[in-house]
């Protein structure tokens, strides 16, 4: 699977919104991180602009980038909303081509994960450096690889409320150890058990010490690694780590 093809679970930004628009605990964190007001910062796989705009509002010069044209007309229809001068992108990670660098660049939602394979890691790393200056920051999250979690499938359901009606969701989550990736499929239903079709995403776990190395491969220091966006620190069991790394200067 292509990252390129691993955007079903974003088809419907309003959705989107709805269950993910309250979640601000990055947001914080973020804003407690940042350079110097009416610096530049960089948010990677921005979608509806959930930080993005944030950190607009707190005085920088936001550039937000997504690959999915439905985020980002989102994205941009709530920036004019809210009066927010900020400047969307549609470009691949992997291949970022700014006209600019910036002190901050930021991947928030788990988004590192939809990077599969070596290669893509290496390029959407390669890319963030090229894009960062000397000495600048990469702050971004990733769910922790805890085995005891991933050994087995896991099949679990809720109730979310979609268009004003109520959907029940069936998820299903098989990991595979080989290719250290995640695969989620949503099957949807109607309160009367109607089908209304499935989704799919795929997540690439990596390790700590492996992300360690290929973040040093690519010139980056890491500087602190968090158990949460709260700031915990690491642990073996923590359900996510959240990195500040550090672009080397040479």
Not at 211 to 223: A, D, I, P, T
Request: hydrophobic share 30%.
């Amino acid at each position: 699977m292509k990252t390129t093809d691993n955007l079903e679970k974003y088809e419907d930004p309003l959705q989107y919104d709805r269950q993910y628009g309250g979640y601000d605990a990055d947001i914080r964190f973020i804003l407690g991180n940042l350079p110097p007001a009416g610096s530049t910062v960089i948010d990677l796989a921005c979608g509806t602009g959930r930080i993005t705009l944030p950190l607009a509002e707190a005085g920088n010069e936001v550039t937000g980038v997504d690959l999915h044209d439905g985020m980002l007309a989102r994205a941009r229809e709530k920036a004019a909303q809210q009066g927010l001068s900020v400047r969307f992108f549609r470009q691949d990670c992997r291949a970022l081509d700014l006209p600019f660098t910036a002190p901050l660049i930021v991947m928030a939602g788990n988004s590192f994960q939809h990077f599969l394979t070596n290669k893509d890691q290496d390029r959407m790393l390669e890319s963030v450096r090229r894009h960062i200056e000397p000495g600048g920051r990469f702050i971004f999250d990733a769910r922790n690889p805890v085995l005891s979690e991933l050994a087995e499938p896991d099949r679990y359901e809720e109730i979310v409320e979609s268009g004003g009606r109520k959907i029940r969701e069936v998820h299903t989550e098989t990991y595979d150890p080989v290719t250290q990736i995640l695969h989620c499929w949503t099957e949807k239903f109607t309160e009367d058990g109607t089908p209304l079709g499935r989704d799919g995403l795929s997540l690439r776990y990596t390790y700590p010490r492996e992300l360690e190395r290929l973040l040093r491969q690519h010139g980056f220091q890491m500087e602190q690694m968090y158990g949460d966006w709260s700031g915990r620190p690491f642990e073996a069991e923590s359900g996510q780590f959240v990195c500040i790394c550090k672009r080397e200067k040479q």
